[in-house]
């Protein structure tokens, strides 16, 4: 058993920008947090939702149920009637081939394999081409897609987020008709519509039609198409931290997308007397595991053994986040970038002294406009009281003037008879005489 202490100190290297790397010298413990969170995830179980999208007839169901190895998805007992009919075309025939409308249903599963539990929520999209006018027939494919997204959208957004369902499609089967030629119209609207909701992977359903030399030419045909539209196709990638085995299967599982694969649920005997998943022909057998009949197996390694959490983490941190972006960004959410920027202290005591002067600045600009519109309001006022005292004079100035001459013409109306008396006048004192006063006597 390892130590858990040790006597020599953590060295740390000489230089080195950024989180400084330390070298330990003894064993702690927790390089066995992978081995916990393997215990956490055994115990909680995995969900995975697979959307199978294409034309009736082409096996969905079929290769569904072999992919898991178990009844997934119901399909009649007569598999495929010597005719390489799957489930889902026996469903759309009778009284269900007159309706042609994109239906969406979703069957649930709890699988559980060496003591892992795992969730599988299987969408079908029955009634898809099948109309003779499929312009639309994505939309309402995209529409529950992104209404899973809403869904998921709103748990986070609640108070008690504890209990959140994660229903959103992880991986996208779409299956392509084995025409031999390219992809259809209605192929490439689909796929450029949802590549940027969803990751895409496309299938060759029923790919025992063709010839070995037809299928890579196919192949090599759908690919270009996929490229020169710009669709965006799930492929597994390789990082620093995958050993060369690794790498070299993900390289092999790329070079075989689109996968061309046959789905069946019977056991056909070979030649040698041993029985195995396929299909049984006039001319021999089709097996559903032998790679050298078709990318079955490949088509399962990428998408359960290899490659599952890949798409979990593809769904949840690319094209959610990036739908849950634009949605908000609709709604008129804006992000603030200096929230949980680091700062210097030094460069933000200048900056809020910056923003401090300019405040400053700004108020006394406004306090200064403010006492010279006051000063004005001010001379405005006294310059119209001194209009209004200078017309009060001139108005009393007249009175008198007119009171002075009233009496003017009085004292000319007297005349110069009699004792004048000192009479105090405007312009300074008057003599007026005194009227003639009658003598009385006895004459």
Known sequence: ???????????????????????????????????????????????????????????????????????????????????GLSGSAARSGGVDAQ???????????????????????VVDTPGFGDSINNESAWRPILENIESRFDAYLAQENRVNRSKIVDNRVNALLYFIKPTGHSLRAIDIEFMKQLHTRVNLIPVIAKSDTLT???????????????????????????????????VADNKAIAAKIPFSVVGSERLVERADGTRAR????????????????????????????????ELRDETDVSLYESYRTQKLLALGHVQDNGVFREFNPRLQMEEE???????????????SAVFRQKVQEKEEKLKKSEEELYSRHKQMKAVLEKQRR???E??????????????THLDGPQQVQPKDKKKRGFF
């Open 278 to 309: 396929g299909r049984q022909y006039p001319w021999g057998v089709i097996e559903v595991e032998n790679e050298t009949h078709n990318d079955f197996v490949s088509l399962r390694q990428m998408l359960l053994r290899t490659h599952m959490e």
């Open 406 to 408: 009233d009496l003017d």
């Open 212 to 246: 070995p030399r037809e299928v890579e030419v196919f192949k090599t045909r759908v690919l270009a198409d996929i490229n020169y539209h710009g669709i965006h196709i799930f492929k597994p990638v390789s990082d620093q931290y995958d050993d060369p085995e690794t």
């Open 99 to 121: 309706k042609r409308t994109v239906e969406i249903t979703s069957v649930s599963a709890d699988i559980q394999e060496n003591g892992v539990k795992l969730r599988l929520s």
């Open 1 to 83: 058993m390892r130590s858990a202490t040790s006597s020599s100190p953590i060295q740390q290297p000489a230089s080195g920008a950024g989180a400084a790397k330390k070298k330990m010298n003894g064993y702690v413990g927790f390089s066995n947090f992978p081995n916990q969170e393997h215990r956490r995830s055994v115990k909680r179980g995995f969900n995975f939702t697979l959307m199978v999208v294409g034309e009736s007839g082409l096996g969905k169901s079929t290769l569904v149920n072999t992919l898991f190895e178990s009844k997934v998805y119901p399909t009649k007992d007569s598999d495929d009637n010597g005719l």
């Open 410 to 423: 009085k004292k000319s109306a007297i005349g110069p008879s009699g004792p004048i008396h000192s009479v």
């Open 353 to 367: 002294e910056r923003l401090h002067s300019a405040k400053m600045t700004k108020l006394e600009a406004e306090m």
